[in-house]
Each structure stands twice: as structure tokens, then as C-alpha cells.
T-cell receptor, first 115, second 117 residues
């Protein structure tokens, strides 16, 4: 069964500093990987996704993530954080299944940005 | 394109009452997923439906919970005889095609937040 681990429950970074949010997954084949962001009281917005090909994927809002098969990781990065990036970030893994493509989510990482 | 529409956004129920949550998928999407987010937890899959058909309900509690997606109208998640532990945010997502053709990106609604007193 698939599973996702986000080791950091909370992360605080200074505005303008770089950011890396960790995500490790467990899945027997090549997974489909996603990062979503959730602002307080809002739904989830897709930041980026990895299906195949280039292991470094670019997303919206200046985010990128790198798929590393050897480490079973899909860490999210941003070179310079803005105060508006404060939110909760979820990593998710999906599978191409015959009966649906449901996602398995990690528990999330809450990002706080200090000025 | 209005996106995935969920209502109500907030619902308060007393223990023992029924809760009905509605989800209208994005235009052109025929697949609906329901997820539950308990406080300080990630989203947990509940059920996956197509029109008039439940495809995967492996995440649904065995009792009191049901879901439908009729030919006409929104998908409904129904919780009977609610208990305090049902208090959560319930998110609906939709996708445009089935999984045979590859990975699908789910588009999420803003969620319905259920509070059971």
C-alpha cells in the first residue's frame, strides 16, 4: 500500500530565505507525486506534479520539486519565500489503478514565515 | 469555469442528527472523490464515484456514512446519527477521465466543515 511521510510538522523560515519541505513515499512502482497547498479555511491548490520524465518539476508560485527514486523522496523547494507562502503543504502519491486514481496524502507541513 | 463547488461551507449538527454535504464537480468532470480531514491530520480518502456508480468505497466507515452521485445533480455525502468524532472538514475533488488513460489531477473544492455539538 502507498504511504507518504512528511517528517516536519511545522517549519518557520524568514521571508526571503530558501525553503525545503521534505516528503518521502512508499510505493512499489513509479508513483505519481503531487504537492498541494492549503491556505487557512480554503481548499487544496495544486502546486506541481510529477508523472514521468524530467525529475525536476516546476510548479506555480516559484516552487519546484525533485523526484529522487533512490531516496523515495519528492522534496519541495523555493529559493526565496514570501510572506504569502505561509500555509499548510501536503505531499501526495497516486497510482494508476484500474479502479480509480485516489491520492494518499501526508499529514502536512505548516509553514510559518517571519519577517 | 466555476470549479468544484461544495455546500454548505459550514454545518453544525447536534449528536444524532443527519448531515448532508453536497458537491458539484467541475464542468466536464464525471468522477468525484470525497476526502476527510480530521483536525491536525492530512486528508484521508473516503470514496470514489462516477455517475450512478460507486467505484471504490474502501475509505468509508462501515456504518452511518453513505455517498451517491446521481445521474442528475450533485454528489451527496450523507452522515447519519452524527457523533462528535465526525467533526472534520470534508473535501470533494473531481477529475475529467478514468484512470485507464493515466494519472489524473484532482481539483479540490473549498471543503465543508462539519461541527458536531
Amino acid at each position: 500500500a502507498q504511504s507518504v511521510t512528511q517528517p516536519d510538522i511545522h517549519i518557520t523560515v524568514s521571508e526571503g530565505a530558501s525553503l525545503e519541505l521534505r516528503c518521502n513515499y512508499s510505493y512499489g512502482a513509479t508513483p505519481y507525486l503531487f504537492w498541494y497547498v492549503q491556505s487557512p479555511g480554503q481548499g487544496l491548490q495544486l502546486l506541481l506534479k510529477y508523472f514521468s520524465g524530467d525529475t525536476l518539476v516546476q510548479g506555480i508560485k516559484g516552487f519546484e520539486a525533485e523526484f529522487k527514486r533512490s531516496q523515495s523522496s519528492f522534496n519541495l523547494r523555493k529559493p526565496s519565500v514570501h510572506w504569502s507562502d505561509a500555509a499548510e503543504y501536503f505531499c501526495a502519491v497516486g497510482a494508476n489503478r484500474l479502479n480509480g486514481n485516489k491520492l494518499v496524502f501526508g499529514a502536512g507541513t505548516i509553514l510559518r514565515v517571519k519577517s | 469555469n466555476a470549479g468544484v463547488m461544495q455546500n454548505p461551507r459550514h454545518l453544525v449538527r447536534r449528536r444524532g442528527q443527519e448531515a448532508r454535504l453536497r458537491c458539484s464537480p467541475m464542468k466536464g468532470h464525471s468522477h468525484v472523490y470525497w476526502y476527510r480531514q480530521l483536525p491536525e491530520e492530512g486528508l484521508k480518502f473516503m470514496v470514489y464515484l462516477q455517475k450512478e456508480n460507486i467505484i471504490d468505497e474502501s475509505g468509508m466507515p462501515k456504518e452511518r456514512f453513505s455517498a451517491e452521485f446521481p445521474k442528475e445533480g450533485p454528489s451527496i455525502l450523507r452522515i447519519q446519527q452524527v457523533v462528535r468524532g465526525d467533526s472534520a472538514a470534508y473535501f470533494c475533488a473531481s477529475s475529467p477521465r478514468d484512470s485507464h488513460s493515466g494519472a489524473n489531477v484532482l481539483t479540490f473544492g473549498a471543503g465543508s466543515r462539519l461541527t458536531v455539538l
